[in-house]
């Protein structure tokens, strides 16, 4: 059993906590080759990694193909194999496709925008049969629109086709198939077109990403993300202007981790003020210490709360205006409250951080026999009486230090951060040696 003075245990942290989360996702077409961003959710978002610098070289989409060929787009055994938009074969028909478009039209480029009335319907026909074929998930068909750089001039074609096609089909199944693909791809090009106007903007203003955060942050969603992921990929063959998207995107991300940042700060402290004001506006002192110790017993006594209090008290006890008995009541407020975020540290870590302040050798060994020597624990209002095993203190000695080596503080419990020091880490090396060699 470890006696620990109370004056000896080290501060709680006081500073503001932060819960960011993660929320990656890997497009199913990427592979090991392709580095993918962490993307974040609407309300909070912590930078992991950047935007893909050099992906792998992706397929054309078939919209190429049905441009080009439409001979080429749907093969004769369709209703039997279905077309995949990402396949080799479709790179195949998109090079034989605008073969045929250079030669018939005279076209160097073969663009959608240099089609009459009459072959744009043919080529939104062909691709509206390779959609019903296919049938792409919403993944695809965003990464096939995405990659496309027909798609523009298509588009308001394509969406009437269907409605044309769909109001003289006969067959209801057929006809609730074109609407539906219909209806689904315009909710998809109009969630692009929104990401775009947005990519667009920031673009227009790199040096003006925090004020458009600020302004838009709701439309920093991880499907734009997304988005922006899919065109950085598209670039594949200009690598200059996909590394300036990529470093665009890594901008705004830490834009949007920023604001989100502030923001939470700023709510914990507005939590924290009301909090405060509850407590002090007790009618009594003893009222005051339960309501911190109600808070401490829910979980709610965080870091925000003490750092107020700590500073209302360090304000009181440098002023010369504060009468004596306010001086005292915050001065047991805080240490109440600091008592009780004593006690919501893992107890290895307050183990620790006494056994850290013994210098002598032996009386170190002595205070490794005292933690492991089981017991009843006590927490008393100057002294603790706690107890561990030597598995669980090296195990929390070996994480320390392996935070400290790998440079992973952020790992670590916001109790144990203020042991990432060079010296306390030899002291940590030299304790966890001292167990192995004597207590396992």
């Given at each position: 059993m470890n006696t620990i003075p109370g004056f000896l245990q080290t501060s709680y942290s006081l500073g503001l906590s932060k819960s960011n989360q993660f929320y990656?996702?890997?497009?199913?077409?990427?592979?090991?080759?392709?580095?993918?961003?962490?993307?974040?959710?609407?309300?909070?978002?912590?930078?992991?990694?950047?935007?893909?610098?050099?992906?792998?070289?992706?397929?054309?989409?078939?919209l190429k193909a049905v441009v080009g060929d439409a001979a080429s787009a749907i093969p004769n055994d369709c209703a039997e194999e279905p077309i995949s938009l990402f396949s080799q074969p479709d790179q195949a028909f998109a090079h034989e496709g605008l073969a045929e478009e250079h030669s018939e039209n005279g076209n160097e480029e073969g663009d959608a925008d240099c089609l009459d009335d009459s072959q744009m319907v043919k080529v939104c026909d062909k691709l509206i049969?390779?959609?019903?074929?296919?049938?792409?998930?919403?993944?695809?068909?965003?990464?096939?629109?995405?990659?496309?750089?027909?798609?523009n001039n298509i588009r308001p074609h394509f969406f009437k086709r269907c409605q044309i096609k769909a109001d003289a089909e006969d067959d209801p199944g057929l006809k609730h198939n074109l609407l539906r693909l219909g209806r689904k791809l315009t909710e998809i090009d109009e969630d692009m077109q929104r990401h775009n106007n947005l990519l667009e903007v920031v673009k227009a203003a790199p040096a003006e990403i925090k004020e458009v955060v600020a302004k838009r942050r709701k439309d920093f969603t991880k499907e734009f993300f997304v988005h922006l992921q899919t065109v950085t990929e598209s670039y594949y063959e200009d690598p200059t202007k996909q590394a300036a998207l990529a470093?665009?995107?890594?901008?705004?991300?830490?834009a949007v981790q920023a604001y989100d940042t502030l923001s939470e700060d700023r709510e914990a402290l507005n939590v924290a003020e009301l909090k405060f004001q509850d407590i002090v506006n007790s009618p009594s002192l003893d009222v005051a210490c339960k309501k911190i110790d109600n808070l401490a017993e829910k979980n709610q006594l965080d870091s925000a709360l003490v750092l107020m209090?700590?500073?209302?008290?360090?304000?009181?006890?440098?002023?010369?205006?504060?009468?004596?008995?306010?001086?005292?009541?915050?001065?047991?407020?805080?240490?109440?409250?600091?008592?009780?975020?004593?006690?919501?540290?893992?107890?290895?870590?307050?183990i620790l951080k006494y056994l850290l302040t013994i210098?002598?050798?032996?009386?170190?060994?002595?205070?490794?026999?005292?933690?492991?020597?089981?017991?009843?624990?006590?927490?008393?209002?100057?002294?603790?009486?706690?107890?561990?095993?030597?598995?669980?203190?090296?195990?929390w000695i070996c994480t320390i230090i392996n935070a400290y080596n790998f440079s992973q503080e952020g790992t670590l419990i916001r109790e144990a951060r203020d042991l990432m020091n060079p010296t306390i880490i030899q002291r940590c090396e030299e304790l966890k040696k001292l167990i192995q060699d004597k207590f396992m």
């Open positions: 990656p996702i890997q497009p199913s077409i990427l592979n090991s080759r392709v580095s993918v961003i962490s993307y974040p959710s609407n309300t909070t978002i912590k930078r992991d990694s950047v935007l893909v610098a050099k992906p792998d070289r992706l397929q054309r989409s078939s049969g390779v959609f019903m074929v296919d049938k792409p998930t919403l993944t695809d068909w965003r990464r096939l629109l995405a990659f496309s750089k027909e798609w470093k665009l995107g890594t901008s705004c991300l830490d209090i700590t500073k209302a008290w360090s304000a009181a006890k440098e002023s010369n205006m504060a009468k004596d008995e306010v001086k005292d009541t915050l001065y047991h407020l805080y240490m109440t409250a600091r008592g009780n975020l004593q006690r919501l540290m893992p107890k290895e870590i307050r210098e002598d050798p032996e009386l170190r060994i002595s205070g490794l026999k005292d933690a492991f020597t089981p017991g009843d624990e006590l927490e008393g209002k100057d002294v603790d009486c706690l107890y561990t095993t030597p598995e669980k203190l090296h195990t």
